[in-house]
């Protein structure tokens, strides 16, 4: 798969930061089938992992049933102008993407 980075931006609102995410990926279930009537592999984002200021902050756990380009969005307590923000994942295949921001 041409994997593509993590689209994320940010925005401070007084000390918290307001995090959206775009992460693009197929995500295929397994059980879907092609045109000939074979089963599409699965193909899906398992560990979404989220840094401020390289402290993890949060960790999810997705499976199969995730739509395709997974919108993902959080805040963050106590972020300032300056911070780092990076968010990355992990799929069933072993492929990984990431994307970062700095807070302004």
Request: charged share 25%.
């Amino acid at each position: 798969m041409n994997v593509k980075p993590v689209k994320i931006r940010g925005r401070l609102k007084g000390v918290i930061a307001n995090i959206k995410c775009l992460m693009p990926h197929p995500m295929e279930t397994g059980t879907r089938r092609d045109d000939a009537g074979e089963f599409i592999p699965a193909h899906y984002i398992e560990t979404v992992t989220c840094l401020h200021n390289d402290k993890e902050v949060m960790v999810a756990h997705w499976g199969a049933s995730v739509s395709k380009d997974p919108y993902f969005s959080f805040k963050i307590k106590e972020a300032n102008a300056g911070d780092s923000v990076k968010v990355s994942w992990v799929d069933n295949l072993g492929e990984t993407s990431s994307g970062d921001i700095v807070l302004k």
